[in-house]
Each structure stands twice: as C-alpha cells, then as structure tokens.
T-cell receptor
Framework: NAGVTQTPKFRVLKTGQSMTLLCAQDMNHEYMYWYRQDPGMGLRLIHY???????AKGEVPDGYNVSRLKKQNFLLGLESAAPSQTSVYFC????????????FGPGTRLTVT | GENVEQHPSTLSVQEGDSAVIKCTYS??????FPWYKQELGKRPQLIID?????GEKKDQRIAVTLNKTAKHFSLHITETQPEDSAVYFC????????????FGTGTRLQVTL
C-alpha cells in the first residue's frame, strides 16, 4: 500500500494563478482532510470530507475549494493564489471506526510570489 | 468549538533527561487525545493516544497522562535520545459530535548530546 500520496511535492505560483493539489489514499478511508502548516501556527484545517461526495469547511477555508468525487481522492483548489497562501499543505485520511489515527501525506510545499 | 493550547513552544533537554509537554483543552466533551511527532521535513505521525476513560497510557519511553477535571493532558518522554528531536503536536476531539481534530501549535523538542 502506498498510504497517502500528494501531488505535486513542490510548486511555485505567481499571484493570481490557479492550481489543484491532489491527495490520494489507498486505505479505503472515509474521512479526508486538508491542512496547512505555517511556522509557529501548527496544523490548521482548511477543509475536510466525511465521505465521498461530501465536503465541509475547517478553520481557514477562505481562498480554497475542495472536491471529493471519488472516495480515494480529495482535491484542494486555489482559484487565485495569493502570497498569504505560501505554506506547506498536508493531506490526511482516517477510518473513523476502531482507530481515529490520521495518516498524513508527505506534504506539498507551495510558494506564491 | 474546541481550543487546544500547548506549552512550551520550544524545549531543549540533554540526552538521557526527561521531557514533558503540556496541553489544555476547552471542550469538556472531548474524549480522544492523540500526540503526533513530526521530524524535520517529514509528515506528522501518531506516536501515542489516550481516551477519556483512561488516566495514563505508556508505550516504552513515552507516556501520556490525562486530567479530565482540569482539562489537561501531557506527554512524557523519558531517557531522551537524539532521535526524539522533532516537533510534537497534541490534539483533541469529541468523537461523539465532531469529525475533526483540533491541534495545538506544536512543541519543538531539541535533545542535545
């Protein structure tokens, strides 16, 4: 099993450009999450999904959109990138049954100039 | 919603000494408290967790204690080693009503030789 994978690993965008980050998991997990990590601010939840076809806002959703068309994939979109969105983005998934453990992807380092 | 505070933000200990990281939470309904370790440039990984029906849990050199009355929980690492150097995050969730963890802001632990 690959676990949780993220594409791309690195990206540099110019202000106003758009992009989509892809998260994929092969563990048949119901729950998926997108976090951003900034120095001194820990992990902040952007959006999450409790199942295929569902999405919900987290702590810092502004400027981002998400979709969960397939159970194994969770996409994070930036429609018009801003320098404030420079961050490391982590995707995570969990089963929410016996185990509440969240499995994280390797992260995507995004720089917006 | 839940609010988790974590202290200290940085901690430096000598190899072989013990390290303690403390977290407080605000929602008395929270009943699951995991701890994640993130090594430099890597993804966060679960190292230990505790549920509210237990006061203490141990796994080799690491232990977690929970005080539900005071709404705080702590991570204890004994006989620290250089490979314990990392950022540690606590988190909390009310599994009955919420689908997402609330993370603390992290503690950077440095184990010096």
């Amino acid at each position: 099993n690959a676990g949780v994978t993220q594409t791309p690993k690195f990206r540099v965008l110019k202000t106003g450009q758009s992009m989509t980050l892809l998260c994929a998991q092969d563990m048949n997990h119901e729950y998926m999450y997108w976090y951003r990590q900034d120095p001194g601010m820990g992990l902040r939840l952007i959006h999450y999904s409790v199942g295929e076809g569902t999405t919900a806002k987290g702590e810092v959703p502004d400027g981002y959109n998400v979709s969960r068309l397939k159970k194994q994939n969770f996409l994070l979109g930036l429609e018009s990138a801003a320098p404030s969105q420079t961050s490391v983005y982590f995707c995570a998934s969990s089963y929410e049954a016996d185990s509440l453990e969240q499995y994280f992807g390797p992260g995507t380092r995004l720089t917006v100039t | 919603g839940e609010n988790v505070e974590q202290h200290p933000s940085t901690l430096s200990v000598q190899e072989g000494d013990s390290a303690v990281i403390k977290c407080t939470y605000s929602d008395s309904a929270s009943n699951y408290f995991p701890w994640y370790k993130q090594e430099l440039g890597k993804r966060p990984q679960l190292i230990i967790d505790i549920r509210s029906n237990v006061g203490e849990k141990k796994d080799q050199r690491i232990a977690v204690t929970l005080n539900k009355t005071a709404k705080h929980f702590s991570l204890h690492i004994t006989e620290t080693q250089p490979e314990d150097s990392a950022v540690y995050f606590c988190a909390a969730i009310d599994t009955g009503t919420a689908s997402k963890l609330t993370f603390g802001t992290g503690t950077r632990l440095q184990v010096t030789l």
